[in-house]
């Protein structure tokens, strides 16, 4: 959303009492400002949405043993944490960060792991890489939209498609979740070596096909 440079005239009061609100908020008083007017005249800001959706994430991933939110609020990232099922129980984190309005994608899906176990590095690349070929064979031709890989020292980076159809915030946040869980899941039964190439192809198939959203 394009922004310009406006001058008012506020008493110093106000202007205290919003900087103190911005500090506590986490944000600045022109972003404050910006979104108390949006909100007096009922306009939904992108930041706004993407406060939604990440609060809606959240709050649909508290229940979960398996996956623990953190999210800051009038953030535009959240992380999620998962224990892997392997010997000394490593940490792998999800980082999501959503894009303002204007973009071309979404925004993007981050996965974050520290382990100096060879064997662990080796069985989580062989695992994106799988993930990367499922998803171009079959994503793709279900939605066509182009997703961009990456494959860095312990981080895995997955671009998030706009939606192929109007949601809300609710809906939106339901599909990012799924996907998440069923990565975590997925991931965690290859790892453990409950499920070879084949299971995890047909466990993935079965749930795109089925979703009502697509990311």
Same mark, same amino acid.
């Given at each position: =959303?394009?922004?310009?440079?406006?001058?008012?005239?506020?008493?110093?009061?106000?202007?205290?009492?919003?900087?103190?609100?911005?500090?506590?908020?986490?944000?600045?008083?022109?972003?404050?400002?910006?979104?108390?007017?949006?909100?007096?005249?009922?306009?939904? &800001?992108?930041?706004?949405?993407?406060?939604? $959706? *990440?609060?809606?994430?959240?709050?649909?991933?508290?229940?979960?043993?398996?996956?623990?939110?953190?999210? &800051?609020?009038?953030?535009?990232? =959240?992380?999620?944490?998962?224990?892997?099922?392997?010997?000394?129980?490593?940490?792998?984190?999800?980082? $999501?960060? *959503?894009?303002? #309005?204007?973009?071309?994608?979404?925004?993007?899906?981050? $996965?974050?792991?520290? &382990?100096?176990?060879?064997?662990?590095?080796?069985? =989580? &690349?062989?695992?994106?890489?799988?993930?990367?070929?499922?998803?171009?064979?079959?994503?793709?031709? *279900?939605?066509?939209?182009?997703?961009?890989?990456?494959?860095?020292?312990?981080?895995?980076?997955?671009?998030?498609?706009?939606?192929?159809?109007?949601?809300?915030?609710?809906? *939106?946040?339901? #599909?990012?979740?799924?996907?998440?869980?069923?990565?975590?899941?997925?991931?965690?039964?290859?790892?453990?070596?409950?499920?070879?190439?084949?299971?995890?192809?047909?466990?993935?198939?079965?749930?795109?096909?089925?979703?009502?959203?697509?990311?």
């Amino acid at each position: =959303m394009k922004k310009t440079l406006y001058s008012l005239m506020l008493s110093e009061e106000v202007v205290r009492e919003v900087d103190a609100l911005a500090h506590r908020l986490g944000t600045n008083r022109s972003n404050l400002i910006n979104q108390i007017l949006a909100e007096y005249v009922n306009y939904t &800001t992108p930041e706004r949405k993407i406060n939604d $959706v *990440l609060s809606a994430i959240e709050q649909l991933m508290s229940p979960s043993r398996d996956l623990v939110p953190f999210f &800051t609020p009038n953030s535009l990232s =959240m992380s999620l944490k998962s224990s892997l099922e392997y010997k000394y129980r490593p940490t792998v984190k999800y980082e $999501v960060e *959503l894009y303002r #309005a204007g973009e071309s994608e979404l925004g993007q899906l981050s $996965v974050v792991f520290r &382990t100096q176990s060879a064997a662990l590095i080796s069985a =989580m &690349t062989e695992f994106f890489r799988l993930w990367t070929h499922i998803e171009k064979a079959h994503l793709y031709p *279900l939605t066509g939209a182009k997703i961009e890989y990456a494959l860095y020292d312990n981080k895995f980076i997955r671009s998030l498609a706009l939606p192929d159809r109007d949601c809300s915030s609710e809906q *939106l946040a339901g #599909a990012i979740s799924e996907y998440i869980r069923l990565f975590d899941k997925l991931m965690k039964g290859w790892l453990g070596g409950r499920l070879d190439a084949h299971d995890v192809e047909a466990a993935y198939y079965s749930q795109m096909r089925n979703a009502p959203i697509h990311i």
